[in-house]
T-cell receptor, first 109, second 115 residues
Framework: LAKTTQPISMDSYEGQEVNITCSHNNIATNDYITWYQQFPSQGPRFIIQGYKTKVTNEVASLFIPADRKSSTLSLPRVSLSDTAVYYCLVGVGGFKTIFGAGTRLFVKA | NAGVTQTPKFQVLKTGQSMTLQCAQDMNHNSMYWYRQDPGMGLRLIYYSASEGTTDKGEVPNGYNVSRLNKREFSLRLESAAPSQTSVYFC??????????????FGSGTRLTVV
């Protein structure tokens, strides 16, 4: 799996847009980019997955530039309930997925 | 609701005791996984089963054994529990590998304390 680097923590306020960037300089041609969300005392939950350009669903958007060496998870108008840890995973065809420390997002009122 | 079910949710063991954590999925997924998560840390893979009838070691397999009982069930056994195994254990499943296609679905976790 490609090594990923993301901020350890971020703070935001309710109603703001939050962008979390993940760097993956050695991404391979066939690799997907996948983001997960983990609330306290729960297992991680799949948020979004993409390969290139932009992907949007009801929860978030994922922006991937042409060189695919980074990606940005965008959460529109966050609320207190978006306080969680967000994990960026990059890879394909492998079972030994490692979830790093992720980015701890804390949303304030 | 469809998903991954883990039992028990909480467990306290004495050092040296054994126990089995149970996991079942009803999504007809081929692959299943056991992870552990220590406080403030990411998840570390203990064992995985790419398909029914196969199991393989992950990053931290020592002190654990697994059984893929059938396509639905994947159990994790601690033969002689140690305080270092105090952690939250998550089971997950995926259609194929978790980083392509459909991604992982996780259970709600088992919080294990070894005293």
């Amino acid at each position: 799996l490609a090594k990923t680097t993301q901020p350890i923590s971020m703070d935001s306020y309710e109603g703001q847009e939050v962008n979390i960037t993940c760097s993956h300089n050695n991404i391979a041609t066939n690799d997907y980019i996948t983001w997960y969300q983990q609330f306290p005392s729960q297992g991680p939950r799949f948020i979004i997955q993409g390969y290139k350009t932009k992907v949007t669903n009801e929860v978030a958007s994922l922006f991937i530039p042409a060189d695919r060496k980074s990606s940005t998870l965008s959460l529109p108008r966050v609320s207190l309930s978006d306080t969680a840890v967000y994990y960026c995973l990059v890879g394909v065809g492998g079972f030994k997925t490692i979830f790093g420390a992720g980015t701890r997002l804390f949303v304030k009122a | 609701n469809a998903g991954v079910t883990q039992t028990p949710k909480f467990q306290v063991l004495k050092t040296g005791q054994s126990m089995t954590l149970q996991c079942a999925q009803d999504m007809n997924h081929n692959s299943m996984y056991w992870y552990r998560q220590d406080p403030g840390m990411g998840l570390r893979l203990i064992y995985y089963s790419a398909s029914e009838g196969t199991t393989d070691k992950g990053e931290v397999p020592n002190g654990y054994n697994v059984s893929r009982l059938n396509k639905r069930e994947f159990s994790l056994r601690l033969e002689s529990a140690a305080p270092s195994q105090t952690s939250v254990y998550f089971c997950a499943s995926s259609e194929r590998s978790g980083t392509e296609g459909y991604g992982y679905t996780f259970g709600s976790g088992t919080r294990l304390t070894v005293v």
